[in-house]
């Protein structure tokens, strides 16, 4: 690259840090936006202008040329990524600043040994026979998989339930002898959806297979339980504590006698990080910020905040923590993501940036 080049560079990168800064501190100072799209479109930056006039569009602040742009790159139906979702890409540029990753490191490493504490039987409303494998055609089975794919999970089991409300249910199973996560999919996902809307609401809630949030799950989304986990952790490491500790030691045991051992000393290394560098955490915030990050994951899958903001608007009433999150919030996240640089390289990495 040129000096005269890597000076454009540094100039608009300089520009883009300000506006930055600015719709930080107000983020619908839409002088910014415009101003951001600008300078990505005179460098050439496809993709960065694109995100940035497709904001707009959706913001309904959109100019003739941005949205003559987002008309030009725009791909109907699914845009299917390239590559999965790695583990260092998520935690760079997908996961939300406020969550914790230590928390999410101690949870996901906890994960399959209190899954097997908390596992249950299947209810009896669910027969095994009912279930349906993931070669089915329908629409919603295809894009599971595709979803599974990207996100590189474990695929769980799936029963379909077209005649009740709500939108899917993720359940910690012990059937036969094996911990079998269970996806029950009711009726308000099973029609009047297209690809891309499938692909964002499955993006949200298959995140919950992820170990770190299928551990929650298997916790009944407590944040009292989380917090007992974390404290009978402390205690197993020889960490004072507060509370019960009878009841403490005997949740240790629970988790700790179903570990090996090599997971066991890294689980000491991670509490003792831990310790030293979030002596106070706070488990509602990591609730919270883990669920934006798995919007942030549905708008990747999902392609655009139309998308979003439908999808958002059409959900059922979230769960604990999850549900003091409003539309709004959601929404105002997903913007602020959407024309970040962390937004932009997750689409680099997943190959569905435009500009090719």
């Not at 399959?112 to 299947?122: D, N, Q």
């Not at 089991?157 to 993720?170: N, T, V, Y």
């Not at 006698?257 to 106070?280: K, V």
Request: glycine fraction near 8%; charged fraction near 25%.
């Amino acid at each position: 690259m040129s000096d005269a080049a890597l000076d454009l560079r540094s100039s608009v990168e300089w520009a883009v840090r300000e506006h930055q800064a600015r719709i930080a501190a107000e983020p619908f100072d839409f002088e910014s936006y415009h101003a951001l799209f600008e300078l990505y479109d005179g460098a050439g930056m496809v993709d960065e202008s694109w995100c940035v006039a497709s904001v707009l569009s959706f913001l309904k602040k959109a100019t003739p040329r941005e949205l003559s742009c987002v008309q030009r790159h725009r791909t109907p139906g699914l845009v299917r990524a390239k590559s999965s979702l790695s583990d260092e890409v998520l935690r760079r540029h997908v996961t939300h600043p406020d969550e914790n990753l230590l928390v999410t490191c101690i949870l996901g490493l906890i994960a399959p040994a209190v899954a097997g504490w908390r596992a249950v039987e299947l209810p009896k409303t669910l027969r095994p026979e009912e279930r349906i494998g993931l070669d089915d055609p329908s629409l919603l089975v295809r894009t599971t998989k595709y979803v599974r794919g990207v996100l590189d999970l474990t695929a769980p089991e799936l029963f379909l339930r077209p005649g009740d409300r709500g939108d899917c249910s993720l359940m910690d199973i012990k059937r036969a002898g094996r911990l079998r996560p269970t996806m029950v999919v009711f009726g308000d996902l099973l029609s009047g959806h297209t690809e891309p809307e499938l692909a964002f609401a499955l993006g949200r809630l298959m995140m919950d297979l992820y170990a770190p949030r299928f551990c929650l799950v298997a916790l009944d989304r407590s944040p009292q339980a989380v917090k007992q986990v974390l404290l009978a952790c402390l205690q197993w490491v020889g960490l004072p504590v507060q509370g019960d500790r009878a009841a403490l030691g005997q949740i240790g045991r629970e988790i700790v006698g179903r570990m090996p051992e090599e997971a066991r000393g890294q689980l000491r290394s991670l509490i003792e990080r831990l310790i030293e560098q979030s002596p106070r955490v706070d488990i509602k915030q990591w609730i919270a910020a883990s669920e934006l990050t798995a919007y942030r994951v549905a708008l990747l899958l999902g392609g655009n905040h139309r998308i979003a903001g439908r999808m958002i608007s059409q959900e059922q009433p979230g769960l604990g923590v999850a549900g003091t999150i409003s539309p709004r919030q959601k929404i105002t996240e997903l913007v602020l993501y959407g024309i970040s640089d962390d937004y932009f390289a997750a689409r680099q990495s997943l190959g569905i940036h435009v500009g090719d």
